[in-house]
């Protein structure tokens, strides 16, 4: 895995295995949502494993979300 990330001038900052639904979890830092889309891609199409991503954001990333206006109306609102 590390070698894959690496080739998407990536890193893998942590790589652990867990109980319960998923037996591992890494993290991984890439470039762009595109280059983590293709490992994604590449790594659930030999179907071995079953991949789940979940981006993170920063907190100035947060702090400028929380300043755009979005219109936006709920159900029955």
């Not at 991949?51 to 907190?59: C, E, K, N, R």
């Amino acid at each position: 895995m590390t070698h894959a990330v690496e080739a998407l001038d990536g890193k893998v900052r942590s790589f652990d295995f867990a109980f319960g639904a998923d037996d591992a979890i890494l993290v991984i830092e890439l470039p762009d949502n595109v280059s983590a889309a293709a490992l994604s891609l590449a790594v659930s199409a030999t179907g071995l494993v079953a991949v789940g991503v979940v981006p993170l954001i920063t907190p100035a990333e947060i702090d400028e979300a929380a300043k755009k206006s979005v219109a936006y109306t709920p159900p029955g609102g």
